[in-house]
């Protein structure tokens, strides 16, 4: 079973769902897939040892000797990774997507390809719990492979995925691997249309989805109106709560740290797996 946590921004608190939940569960594999800021490891890190592994795509090179110069390959790509210097190709590495598509294109056999690093995976253990993260490398400009990297690392019987925040291609690509959509949001306008963003693209994948409301205050909240009208159920509600910030800015469990937090993520997690078992 995997489960997708997701927000419509950052710092609406979708770290603290995941990595709650995730220890809250037994035999369970939290994967951080925010891979341009990962921050699941400050909770999570208790010191054990990390397995590093590199991720690498492919990227074009090409034979000088064999290359005719005849465009074929600059005219085929769609992202403006190759321009044609002096007769021949010129790789824009940060943007090519490792499509294969001018290898394919080029009639004079004039391409190859190799490896090259574009990010890297860490894998350790804490009490049982499976803990993955991954980086992309600076200036490259898709962390995808690095998530599809994760989610192939992960077999535990319960996965839970911390996506990167927003609706770009990375947080549909972990959607887009899940059974179960949890939408973290915040009680406020800009918080209700974040929501709104994250459920339409949760509709577009046809994935089931609810919602935890995080940072509650006794005041009008359109983001439950919103819920309401579009028949979302939210699990719970998690008030603002000025001790569970300092406690969190120490990267502390909560689910280890309050009884009330243990509760609260244990009967979270029982409700979640009972709606992709209904």
Not at 111 to 140: A, C, F, N, Y
Request: charged letters at 20%; glycine letters at 8%; hydrophobic letters at 40%.
């Amino acid at each position: 079973m995997r489960i997708a946590v997701l927000s419509g921004k950052g710092g609406t608190g979708k770290t603290f769902v995941s990595v709650n939940l995730a220890v809250a569960a037994n035999n369970a594999c939290y994967v951080d897939c925010d891979v341009e800021t990962p921050n699941g490891r400050l909770f999570l890190d208790d010191g054990s040892e990390c397995a590093v592994r590199k991720t690498t795509v492919l990227s074009p090179m090409f034979d000088k000797d064999a290359c005719t110069g005849c465009r074929s390959c600059v005219d085929f790509c769609a992202f403006g990774a190759l321009a044609l210097v002096g007769g021949t190709p010129l790789l824009f590495d940060e943007v090519c997507h490792s499509c294969g598509g001018c290898r394919m294109v080029c009639n004079y056999s004039a391409i190859s390809e190799q490896p090259r690093q574009i990010g890297q995976t860490e894998s350790s253990m804490r009490k049982g719990l499976h803990v993955l993260s991954g980086r992309m490398d600076v200036g490259q400009s898709s962390g995808i492979p690095v998530i599809q990297d994760l989610l192939a690392q992960a077999n535990n019987p319960l996965i839970i995925i911390d996506c990167p925040p927003g609706t770009a291609c990375s947080a549909a690509e972990c959607a887009r691997h899940a059974d179960y959509c949890l939408i973290v949001a915040e009680p406020s306008l800009y918080g209700t249309h974040n929501l709104q963003m994250v459920h339409e693209m949760i509709i577009a994948l046809d994935k089931p989805c609810g919602v935890v409301m995080n940072k509650v205050v006794d005041l009008e909240n359109p983001a439950e109106q919103y819920c309401a009208q579009q028949g979302l159920e939210v699990f719970t509600r998690i008030p603002f709560d000025r001790d569970l910030a300092r406690n969190l800015a120490e990267a502390k469990v909560m689910v280890e740290e309050d009884e009330k937090y243990s509760l609260l993520f244990h009967s979270l997690l029982e409700r979640v797996q009972g709606q992709v078992m209904a």
